[in-house]
């Protein structure tokens, strides 16, 4: 049973380029989640996507924006990338209905803007 | 908006010794969650614990929520190199997302 997978693994990119991070939720799993972690901090929510659609959003500028899959998978994307987006970026996917039930993480995209 | 404050920051340990991580609310919890990060990797899930007075354990690791629902810890018993990581609290309140604190780093030496 495969958990959840993200792609690329490292990236690097320049000031004001754009970048696009893929996630494949654990199998079973509708909701998928998104946050950014800062070195020595912990994970800050960027948004979740169910049925497609943007659910919840943290407080990220319109530069980040994702979409969701008809399988559930997911894509964030950062435009005009600052040096300030170099992080690793979590995905996490549960179940919807299943409240309360724990998140479940891949291990990341790290991202260095340069 | 829900804050956690996670303390110590960090923890030097010698192997086979016990310690306890702390993790503060600002609001009532409705859920909080334990989790463990590898340096750079992703976050494991350990336990979570919904009700006041809660306690579950793992292997050598015990989770606690306190009765009013604002503090929880984190109780390892006889460390082991294996345990060395960063031990994350997450929290949910009503239909919140999953909050985070900053983390407690911990180090296991030999």
Redesign the interface.
Known sequence: DAG?TQSPTHLIKTRGQQVTLRCSPKSGHDTV?WYQQAL??????IF?YYEEEER?R?NFPDRFSGHQFPNYSSELNVNALLLGDSA?Y?C?SSLRLGY?S???????T?LTVT | SQELEQSPQSLIVQEGKNLTINCTSSKTLYGLYWYKQKYGEGLIFLMMLQKGGEEKSHEKITAKLDEKKQQSSLHITASQPSHAGIYLCGAVSGNTPLVFGKGTRLSVIA
């Open positions: 959840v989640s020595g901090q912990g994970p800050q929510f979740q919840q943290g690793l979590l996490a309360g724990p998140l479940h993480f891949g291990n990341g790290r």
